[in-house]
């Protein structure tokens, strides 16, 4: 006849397997979130060194729509970029904020490594000049001027464009010596435009 066990006499060995048991299920754990940790850190280093990659103007451009500030490129810097033979360094930013909050966008800027030359004009980290502007004269609203904008590619990154007859009325409004030349090569490339749409529309 078989001796009879007794539940206590397997208790030190059941307690050794659920031990075993629950040591390998807390490594297990532990190695799921250290390797979640050494991933979720990877990602912020990438974060950090793409940011750092990117151009001054594009960090202030997404800084400014990170603020919900609205602003179109305008000037001569817009015309350039619509093929208009000159030269310019400087970048015109109209923005939709009353002039009296001209320290907004400026303060937005210097949180971006911006140094401020004047009240409305900073220097990027890359030399950049950019001048926020909030008065435009001969045109209407920011609202409705915003709205014949194009989207173009400028340093990278995608942004809104005064179109070339609007640059040129702005202009005609102010009409310094400057302006005059300005409008001289605005005309001239905006008679190239319609006749290259004519020829592409007889095709």
């Known amino acids: 006849m078989q001796p009879v066990k007794h539940k206590h006499e397997n208790e030190p060995q059941r307690l050794a397997k659920n031990l075993s048991a629950d040591q390998t299920r807390s490594r297990s754990r532990r190695a799921r979130k250290n390797s979640l940790r050494a991933k979720s850190g990877g990602d912020a280093r990438r974060a950090v060194a793409d940011e750092r990659n990117l151009s001054p103007l594009i960090r202030l451009v997404g800084a400014l729509r990170a603020e919900k500030i609205r602003f179109q490129l305008i000037g001569m810097s817009a ?68 709205r014949k904008a194009r989207v173009l590619k400028f340093h990278g990154c995608d942004i809104p464009v005064m179109p070339l007859e609007s640059i040129r009325r702005s202009k005609a409004a102010v009409m310094r010596d400057k302006d005059l030349a300005h409008i001289h090569y605005i005309d001239q490339t905006l008679q190239l435009l319609r006749a290259k749409n004519r020829r592409g529309s007889r095709k």
């Open 79 to 146: 015309a350039v970029l619509q093929g208009v033979p000159v030269v310019t360094h400087d970048v015109d930013l109209w923005i939709d904020l009353p002039s009296r909050q001209y320290m907004t966008p400026v303060n937005v800027a210097l949180r971006q490594g911006a140094k401020m030359i004047r009240n409305t004009v900073v220097e990027l980290a890359d030399g950049m000049l950019v001048n926020f502007i909030y008065n435009v004269s001969g045109l209407a609203s920011f609202a409705t001027e915003l």
